[in-house]
């Protein structure tokens, strides 16, 4: 590991007069301060090494987005992208920016604090986007900051956060979040109408918010659903109906425990990045940029998919089934009972929203990895289980089944969700975070 020590490094014609044991409590006295200013001082396992400053405010970055503010993953995938962004920019300036800066690239000598940078560019973001949460992370902020030394070095990280949370926050301003578009209800066969047993509409604006990175929420456009009078279709429907039914009899045990596992609103990908980035001994720079290159794809695929939605406003399978006798499928039946597995989401069917950010999430992590074949697992509160996977492409197959499972989503909408999931992160890859000469 290289190590930059800077003003630390003692003269060597001083160094050779000391004893050994003065000159070696000089430089670990040296190093704990030089390496609070380095990604590298918190690689995971170093017996210097602080707790990852990125994984902790991941950490109560979740805690504000989710448990205080009740944010769906449709919405919380905006609040997550933007203060992994500001946290990337900021540690990556402060390592000497060898890796393509997003917004900003303050100029730095290395040797600032990045646990105080990362911490205020979390702060403040997360202050600008929930400020009745304002008392609270206010707190938090202070006691994150009361651990790390005082001196040149946490003041300099704090201004090192303070720009990139500034640049986040002014890119975001006025980018169609929470505006006011609504589904169209539909009264037509295949077209969407709200489902029970809420019968609620939400979410529609997600589709016109500006993308982080890809130019446009419609350039992965597909050719839509199946025709209503299509074998596809058919099967499709024939599918959902009979595995992902309430009372199904086909669905096994394991199926039903990874549709609810899959459909917590915590989303357990929040908990698996931070597994794979101790698991995986990253560094702080490393962290910093695995988390923005996955929360920014996850965010612009979620856009694009309720992009999608919004053009083929497609009707839910409930919806579907029930009314499958106007149709014009001879091949499907109506079942005015059914009922699915799973609470059915306020918005259309094509595609699935999950499918997309998972697919996203996963391809991100293969591209960083550059590999597949890294096992992690998951904790879900709501089915009580823990699911472990071999590989990221394991954990995409398993929830495009899962939805149907669920009886919340037709393949075809699960597939095609996967696809726009993996060509948003094929342009991000392609487009930032890349490595400069």
């Known amino acids: 590991m290289h190590r930059s020590w800077g003003a630390c490094a003692l003269p060597p014609r001083k160094t050779a007069r000391l004893s050994v044991a003065v000159a070696v409590a000089v430089m670990v006295a040296c190093s704990a301060v030089c390496w609070a200013g380095s990604p590298a001082a918190y690689a995971s396992g170093d017996a210097l090494a602080a707790p990852n400053p990125v994984v902790?405010?991941?950490r109560n970055a979740q805690t504000a987005i989710y448990e205080v503010a009740g944010q769906p993953p449709q919405v919380a995938g905006r609040s997550f992208a933007m203060v992994h962004g500001a946290v990337y920019d900021a540690v990556n300036a402060i390592a000497g920016t060898p890796y393509q800066p997003y917004l900003a690239a303050p100029r730095a000598t290395g040797r600032e604090s990045a646990s105080a940078a990362v911490a205020t560019a979390s702060h403040l973001v997360l202050d600008a986007l929930f400020p009745a949460q304002q008392d609270r992370l206010r707190a938090q902020y202070d006691e994150a900051l009361a651990e790390i030394p005082d001196g040149g070095a946490k003041q300099e990280g704090i201004a090192i956060g303070t720009r990139t949370a500034t640049a986040m926050i002014a890119a975001r301003k006025d980018d169609g979040a929470f505006g006011d578009q609504t589904w169209p209800v539909g009264t037509l066969p295949g077209q969407w109408r709200p489902a029970p047993p809420a019968f609620a509409s939400d979410g529609a604006w997600v589709g016109h918010v500006k993308p982080f990175v890809i130019p446009s929420a419609s350039m992965f456009r597909t050719s839509g659903?199946?025709?209503?009078?299509s074998r596809r279709y058919a099967r499709d429907?024939?599918?959902?109906?009979?595995?992902?039914?309430a009372t199904s009899t086909v669905r096994t045990a394991d199926q039903t425990q990874a549709a609810i596992w899959w459909h917590d609103r915590r989303l357990t990908e929040w908990e698996i990045k931070r597994q794979l980035a101790t698991t995986q001994r990253l560094d702080t720079l490393r962290t910093a940029r695995m988390f923005a290159m996955t929360s920014l794809a996850e965010a612009d695929a979620t856009i694009a998919c309720f992009n999608e939605k919004a053009a083929w406003n497609f009707w839910r399978p409930v919806t579907a089934i029930r009314l499958a006798g106007a149709d014009g499928n001879p091949?499907?039946?109506?079942?005015?009972g059914w009922t699915p597995l799973l609470v059915t989401p306020p918005h259309p069917d094509y595609t699935s929203g999950h499918a997309c950010f998972t697919a996203a999430s996963m391809s991100a992590l293969t591209r960083f990895f550059g590999r597949d074949d890294i096992s992690f697992s998951g904790h879900s509160a709501d089915s009580g289980t823990t699911r472990h996977f071999r590989s990221f492409s394991q954990a995409l197959d398993e929830v495009i089944e899962a939805r149907v499972w669920g009886g919340i989503h037709t393949r075809s909408a699960d597939v095609a969700g996967a696809g726009i999931g993996k060509n948003v992160t094929a342009y991000v890859v392609a487009h930032e975070f890349r490595s400069r000469p």
């Open 56 to 58: 902790v405010w991941d």
């Open 225 to 229: 659903p199946p025709a209503l009078t």
């Open 237 to 245: 429907l024939n599918e959902v109906k009979e595995i992902g039914s």
């Open 331 to 336: 091949a499907t039946s109506p079942d005015p």
